[in-house]
T-cell receptor, first 111, second 114 residues
Framework: QKEVEQNSGPLSVPEGAIASLNCTYS??????FFWYRQYSGKSPELIMS????GDKEDGRFTAQLNKASQYVSLLIRDSQPSDSATYLC???????????FGTGTRLTVIP | SAVISQKPSRDICQRGTSLTIQCQVD?????MFWYRQQPGQSLTLIAT?????????ESGFVIDKFPISRPNLTFSTLTVSNMSPEDSSIYLC???????????FGSGTQLSVL
């Protein structure tokens, strides 16, 4: 099992809808969790971090962490065409200096 | 967050040559990493750049091919040596204040090898 796995999509939602992105992780990944957004031709940009169980909201974004089920999700409310990008899930592991990245989910918001 | 300057932003190189990519951070950081992102793929860690000592390479990457320097806490270079078309990729510098913490990325270097 890879340390971090994402449903690869692609995912298409209409403008104004809720986009739901999901990620599962292995036993090794336990410390910290992050969501990055990457526009085509650009470098990844951190949009959310979450460290404890539950929900964390920031504007239209909500990250959800469930350590018992080993998943982390990102909800984007009122999706906009500008949200169209690839979203990368990442997690930190004890004893590892770097983060482990998922393969990314490509989101398209249709006007 | 850290401001990371990476250059060059893109280059087209001939097979067999080498390219050195520079990464400059506006503040001291504990961790610096070099990633590769091939077209349509996620991020692959090449190595951790260690200040004042040899870099720590991931499986599949070797020092002779990807020599890395990190003379201080704000600067690192990655060299892609003896390039082949398979090295065509985006190379990303990333930094973190501490381990297991959020990473910030440079703008990347788009490398094309002919």
């Amino acid at each position: 099992q890879k340390e971090v796995e994402q449903n690869s999509g692609p995912l298409s939602v209409p403008e104004g809808a809720i986009a739901s992105l999901n990620c599962t992780y292995s036993d090794r990944v336990s410390q910290s969790f992050f969501w990055y957004r990457q526009y085509s031709g650009k470098s990844p940009e951190l949009i959310m971090s979450i460290y404890s169980n539950g929900d964390k909201e920031d504007g239209r974004f909500t990250a959800q962490l469930n350590k018992a089920s080993q998943y982390v999700s990102l909800l984007i409310r009122d999706s906009q065409p500008s949200d169209s990008a690839t979203y990368l899930c990442a997690g930190g592991a004890a004893g590892a200096n770097n983060l482990f990245f998922g393969t990314g989910t490509r989101l398209t918001v249709i006007p | 967050s850290a401001v990371i300057s990476q250059k060059p932003s893109r280059d087209i190189c001939q097979r067999g040559t080498s390219l050195t990519i520079q990464c400059q951070v506006d503040s001291q950081v504990t961790m610096m990493f070099w990633y590769r992102q091939q077209p349509g793929q996620s991020l692959t860690l090449i190595a951790t750049a260690n200040q004042g000592s040899e870099a720590t390479y991931e499986s599949g990457f070797v020092i002779d091919k990807f020599p890395i320097s990190r003379p201080n806490l704000t600067f690192s270079t990655l060299t892609v040596s003896n390039m082949s078309p398979e090295d065509s990729s985006i190379y990303l510098c990333s930094v973190s204040k501490t381990t297991n913490e959020k990473l910030f990325f440079g703008s990347g270097t788009q490398l094309s090898v002919l």
